[in-house]
C-alpha cells in the first residue's frame, strides 16, 4: 500500500515537475507539504506526535520509491526525516517533542540539521561553530555549510562546540527557530546534481537561544550526530537504490525498444550484460539496506550495517546511472531523457552522510574491532 501510495504520488506530483524544478534549483515547498500532509515527513514519528508512526521497512519504501522519479526530492525527504527530526524525537526532551515533532512531522514546518562546516567535513569532531553559556542563554558564533534547507528551513538542529577542540564530550546540540536574531541563512549553492533540494550556508552571529533549547545534555551532541548518521546512512541507502531502479528501469524499456542494426539493443550481448549486472547490484543493495533497516527496527548495533549499505547501495548507484547513460547513448547526454538527471543526483550519495572512505573507515573500524 505505502508503495502504492508514494508511487501515484510521485508520478502525479512530482514527475510532470522535475525537470522544471531541477533547471531553477527551486526547492518545491509546496509539494513538501503535500508529502507532510501523506505522512511523508515524519515517516518514524510516533502518530502520537502527528507521524505516521511507521519503522525502517516502511521508510526505505518510501526514500526509495520517491527517489526513483527525482533523487532531489527524495534527499529533501531523507535529511528532513532522518537528520532534523530524527535528532529532535531521538533526543528531544517531552516538551521539546511536542512542540517540534508535530509541525516536522506534518510538513507544516521544514527542518534542517547542521554539523558540516567549511573546514570540517569527513573530521567533523574539530568543528569550530562555538556557544558560549551566558546565563541561562548560549551565544552562538559561527558558519555551517552545505545544509540542506539551510535557507527554507524553520528550524535547524545544530551541533555545535561547547568544550574543548578533539573532546567528543566538547560539543552539544541546540534547537535554533527560523527568526531568532542571529541565525542567517548564507550563500545557496549552485550543484551538480540533487539541485532542487535545496544545500545552503547557515550563519550564527551572536545568535542567542535559551538553555531550554538544548536537545539532550550539554556535552552529548556528538554522540548524538554519530547515532543520527547511524540511522541517517540508511536513508541515503535508500536514496541510492532508489536513484539505481530508476536509471535501471528507463534502460531496461529503452534497450527493448532502441534498434540499432536491425534489432532492439538489449539483444546484444554487450547490453544485455550490462543490465544483468544492474539488476544483480540492485538485488544486493536492496538486501543490505532491508538488513540495516530491520536491525534498527530491532533496536540492535547497527554501526557496521548502516554503513555497508550506505556504501554499497551508493556506489551502485554512480555505477548504475553511469551505464545507464551508456544504453541510451547521445539521448543519455541530453535533458529530454531522465537518466542524465539520475547520472548527476547519483553522485551525492557516494559524498554525503559520511563518504565512501569514510564509510570503509566505519567499517574497518569495526570489523578490526
Ligand atoms: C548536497 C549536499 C547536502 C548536504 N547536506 C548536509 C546537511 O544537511 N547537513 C550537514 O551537516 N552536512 C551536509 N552535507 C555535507 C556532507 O555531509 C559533507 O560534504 C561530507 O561529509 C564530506 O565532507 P567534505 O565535503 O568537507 O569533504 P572532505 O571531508 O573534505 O573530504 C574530501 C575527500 O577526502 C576524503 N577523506 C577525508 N578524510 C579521509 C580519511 N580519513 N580517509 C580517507 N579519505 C578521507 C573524503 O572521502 C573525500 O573524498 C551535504 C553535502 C552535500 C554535497
Redesign the pocket.
Known amino acids: 500500500m505505502i508503495t502504492q501510495m508514494v508511487r501515484d504520488f510521485a508520478e502525479q506530483e512530482i514527475r510532470p515537475n522535475i525537470m522544471k524544478w531541477d533547471e531553477a534549483q527551486e526547492l518545491p515547498r509546496e509539494t513538501l507539504r503535500k508529502m507532510g500532509e501523506l505522512g511523508l515527513l515524519g515517516v518514524l514519528v510516533p502518530e502520537e506526535y502527528g507521524g505516521a508512526g511507521f519503522g525502517y521497512m516502511e521508510y526505505i519504501t518510501a526514500i526509495s520509491e520517491v527517489a526513483k522519479v527525482c533523487g532531489s526530492i527524495g ?1 529533501s525527504m531523507a ?1 528532513h526525516n532522518s ?1 532534523c527530526t530524527g535528532h529532535t524525537m531521538y533526543f528531544g526532551n517531552e516538551e521539546q517533542k511536542k512542540k517540534y515533532l508535530p509541525k516536522l512531522a506534518t510538513g507544516e514546518w521544514l527542518g ?5 562546516e567549511p573546514n570540517t ?3 567533523a569532531m574539530r568543528m569550530q561553530c562555538t556557544a558560549k553559556k551566558d546565563g541561562d542563554h548560549w551565544v552562538i558564533n559561527g558558519t ?1 555549510t ?3 534547507h539551510g535557507k527554507s528551513s524553520d528550524m535547524v538542529v545544530a551541533i555545535v562546540r561547547t568544550g574543548e577542540l578533539l573532546d567528543s564530550h566538547g560539543m552539544t546540540a541546540f534547537v535554533v527557530e527560523r527568526g531568532t536574531p542571529g541565525l542567517k541563512a548564507g550563500k545557496k549553492e549552485d ?1 551538480l546534481g ?1 539541485r532542487c ?1 535545496e ?1 545552503a550556508e547557515v550563519i550564527f552571529e551572536d545568535c542567542r537561544v535559551h538553555e531550554s533549547q538544548m536537545l539532550g545534555k550539554e556535552g552529548d551532541g556528538f554522540i548524538q550526530a554519530m547515532k543520527i548518521l547511524d540511522g541517517g546512512r540508511i536513508s541515503i541507502a535508500a536514496l541510492s537504490l532508489g536513484i539505481a531502479k530508476g536509471a535501471y528501469e528507463a534502460s531496461l524499456n529503452y534497450a527493448k525498444e532502441r534498434e540499432q542494426f536491425g534489432r532492439p539493443i538489449a539483444q546484444f550481448q554487450g547490453i544485455a550484460f550490462k543490465l544483468a549486472d544492474m539488476a544483480t547490484e540492485i538485488e544486493a543493495a536492496e538486501l543490505l539496506t532491508f538488513q540495516a533497516g530491520d536491525m534498527k527496527n530491532r533496536g540492535v548495533n547497527m554501526t557496521k550495517e548502516s554503513a555497508f549499505a550506505k556504501y554499497y547501495a551508493s556506489e551502485v548507484s554512480v555505477r548504475v546511472a553511469t551505464d545507464a547513460v551508456q544504453i541510451f547513448g547521445g539521448y543519455g547526454y541530453t535533458k529530454e531523457f531522465p537518466v542524465e538527471k539520475f547520472y548527476r543526483d547519483s553522485k ?1 550519495c557516494t ?8 564509510q570503509k ?1 566505519v567499517i574497518s573500524r569495526q570489523i578490526l574491532s
Open positions: 534527499l535529511a537528520l534542517a540539521w547542521a554539523l558540516t567535513g569527513s573530521d555551517k552545505w545544509i540542506t550543484k540533487m533540494s544545500t551525492l559524498i554525503g552522510e559520511g563518504t565512501s572512505e569514510i573507515l
